[in-house]
Nanobody
Framework: QVQLVESGGGLVQAGDSLRLSCAAS????????VGWVRQAPGKEREFVAA????????YYTDSVKGRFTISRDNAKNAVYLQMYSLKPEDTATYYC????????????????WGQGTQVTVSS
């Protein structure tokens, strides 16, 4: 497993941008698929984005396609989520996640989670 720590959340206005970062520990980070999930109050946890171990494939939930971009830097053991054109419905706690299989991330079943970072988008 890898240890994950998110940062970069905050309070923004609709239409603003925000970049989330995730620092990962572990010498085998580059062998893991990574991703982001989010959970809004009173709602189910939702898959947001995922990226393959070498970064050649990315996956997004429909509601964020064209607005969010996931990236990773294996040399720095880091994962990022660049969010543009934020909407109030993007308000949630965002969690960085990792798993050996990207399919498990997409199905919301990752092995490793961070503690989360809060993103609040005001209208």
């Amino acid at each position: 497993q890898v240890q994950l720590v998110e940062s970069g959340g905050g309070l923004v206005q609709a239409g603003d941008s925000l970049r989330l970062s995730c620092a990962a520990s572990g010498r085998t980070f580059s062998s893991y698929a990574v991703g982001w999930v989010r959970q809004a109050p009173g709602k189910e946890r939702e898959f947001v984005a995922a990226m393959s171990p070498v970064g050649n494939r990315s996956y997004y939930t429909d509601s964020v396609k064209g607005r969010f971009t996931i990236s990773r830097d294996n040399a720095k053991n880091a994962v990022y989520l660049q969010m543009y054109s934020l909407k109030p419905e993007d308000t949630a706690t965002y969690y960085c996640a990792a798993d050996s299989a990207v399919s498990r991330l997409i199905r919301n079943l990752p092995n490793s989670w961070g503690q989360g970072t809060q993103v609040t988008v005001s209208s």
